[in-house]
């Protein structure tokens, strides 16, 4: 890629090569992005299996809770043996 300069010395128009230092090729861009895009996908699937599984739980511990305020503490046990 040719860039138009201006010669600080001679004040003259020159064509010089731009150093091509710090370009990444398009499949390192889209395979970086890719890797970036997987891992913020596990995350959130991790987050969501974490938060299913919390509320499953919940769901189970309310329901042998209320079991045992009625007196049933034998049911409540078995309820919670299920975890």
Same mark, same amino acid.
């Given at each position: !890629?040719? %860039?138009?300069?201006?010669?600080?010395?001679?004040? +003259?128009?020159?064509?010089?090569?731009?150093?091509? +230092? /710090? %370009? !990444?090729?398009?499949?390192? %861009?889209?395979?970086?992005?890719?890797?970036?895009?997987?891992?913020? +996908?596990?995350?959130? !699937? =991790?987050? =969501?299996?974490?938060?299913?599984?919390?509320?499953?739980?919940?769901? %189970?511990?309310?329901k042998a809770s209320n079991v045992a305020m009625s007196g049933d503490y034998e +049911?409540? /046990?078995?309820?919670?043996?299920?975890?």
């Amino acid at each position: !890629m040719f %860039v138009e300069r201006v010669c600080p010395f001679r004040g +003259e128009s020159c064509a010089r090569q731009r150093p091509l +230092e /710090k %370009v !990444m090729s398009v499949t390192t %861009v889209y395979q970086t992005t890719c890797r970036f895009c997987e891992s913020i +996908e596990a995350g959130i !699937m =991790l987050s =969501l299996a974490f938060i299913a599984d919390f509320f499953a739980v919940a769901r %189970v511990a309310t329901k042998a809770s209320n079991v045992a305020m009625s007196g049933d503490y034998e +049911e409540a /046990k078995r309820i919670i043996k299920t975890l």
